[in-house]
């Protein structure tokens, strides 16, 4: 799958990825021959899995797959349930119809040592019924096949459709995120950040036109994306301070609102971070400081932390923590007593998250496993 090719780091951001994904599901299945409502899942899950499998950390993609398939189901039901379920009786007439036949078969059968009067009259009466019957299931097996064919056409003309108001939803929303900004910061508040995330810089931007705040942004150690939100938000007219990561709780006392993203929503309600979260986590905690989330639904995935089969973490190279030159001395002399695990991200479990802020509203992490219900079918988790 070279048009996707997220293996090599070519589209970054979960956002992205997402609405790349259901971009390819999309062209999936209008390259499908088939319509059937399990033509159409068989080619969703063969190409989720190629996908999740060039990306195995991107909890997006799988997502997006699951939501598709949860599209597929729904739409099935309703283009059966919109056809008044005269396929699923046409279905149990004709199987009355050859199983009645069948039956008058093997009455032939046994009438054919019998009389030779009775067995001819009984082979006729038989023999008409036959006829009948036969006429009746081949144009009725034919209106079947018509009103099938139908039916399928219509549901990957849905489904098509479903998908693309799927990505109209990826496209809008970090904008209807950062519309409710105005609800979430208030006057003269202090609001505490880490590192920089494009959902959170437009959430601020947004709440920077109707109300004034004063910002502290936490530099994000090991790669330091702090010190470029604090620079463009300060340009923005945002009066920011930038802080070392150590400084946080020092810092929370003079907090109101910590606002930060997700990697992932998981199952239980916690969340996958950027390196660095839960620490800021627990420190609003210890000071009984609300701790937001802004994040898309796309995110929300049927995962929990325990499952062991799941990849929940990624390891940056050391450079960001010691320089090469420094590695290489080590080498040279034959010291491998030096380790510098690099890890990617924080689980924040969900007793230390306040809110999440979501596409559709505000919701709480006890709420999280309503929304895996509205979004996808248990069948597919795996």
């Known amino acids: 799958m070279g048009w996707f090719a997220p293996r090599h780091r070519q589209i970054h951001g979960s956002l992205p990825v997402a609405k790349r994904t259901a971009e390819v599901l999309r062209l999936v299945i209008s ?33 997006i797959t699951k939501r598709v398939l949860h599209i597929i189901r729904d739409e099935a039901a309703a283009v059966l349930e919109e056809a008044g379920g005269v396929s699923e009786d046409a279905g149990k007439d004709r199987i009355k119809r050859e199983a009645s036949t069948e039956r008058m078969q093997n009455q032939m059968q046994e009438l ?20 009948l019957d036969q006429v009746a299931t081949k144009g009725s097996s034919a209106d079947e096949k018509i009103d099938s064919a139908r039916r399928e056409r219509k549901l990957k003309h849905n489904v098509i459709e479903a998908i693309s108001d799927l990505m109209d939803e990826l496209e809008g929303l970090r904008t209807l995120i950062a519309e409710q900004a105005g609800e979430h910061i208030h ?39 702090g010190h470029k939100l604090a620079r463009d938000l300060a340009e923005a007219g945002i009066p920011t301070t ?24 998981l199952a239980n309600g ?6 660095g979260t839960r620490m800021l986590a627990m420190a609003a905690a210890k000071h009984a400081v609300p701790f937001v989330v802004l994040t898309g639904l796309h995110k929300l995935t049927p995962i929990f932390p325990q499952q062991s089969n799941m990849v929940m973490n990624d390891f940056f190279e050391p450079d960001s923590l010691i320089a090469y030159d420094a590695l290489a001395d080590l080498q040279i002399n034959k010291n491998d007593n030096l380790q510098i695990p690099n890890p990617g991200f924080d689980y924040v479990p ?23 219900k509205e979004f996808y079918s248990p069948v597919d988790y795996d």
């Open 31 to 63: 390259s499908e021959k088939g319509a059937s409502k399990s033509t159409l899942i068989d080619a969703v899950r063969h190409a989720g899995s190629l996908l999740q499998s060039s990306a195995p950390l991107e909890v997006s993609i799988g997502n």
């Open 112 to 131: 054919s040592l019998g009389d030779g009067i009775q067995k001819q009259r009984m082979t006729r009466l038989v023999s008409l019924h036959n006829l």
């Open 187 to 225: 006057a003269k508040e202090t609001i505490l950040t880490m590192g920089s995330q494009r959902t959170v810089e437009s959430f601020l931007l947004d709440a920077s036109k109707k109300r004034s705040f004063q910002l502290v942004v936490a530099e994000g150690a090991p790669l330091f994306t």
């Open 242 to 265: 930038l802080i070392s990561d150590s400084a946080v709780f020092a810092m929370m006392a003079r907090i109101n609102k910590v606002i930060v993203s997700a990697h992932a929503v």
């Open 270 to 275: 916690g969340i996958i971070a950027a390196v």
């Open 350 to 372: 969900p007793h230390l998250v306040s809110l999440f802020v979501t596409d559709t509203g505000g919701i709480s992490p006890t709420y999280v496993y309503r929304l895996l």
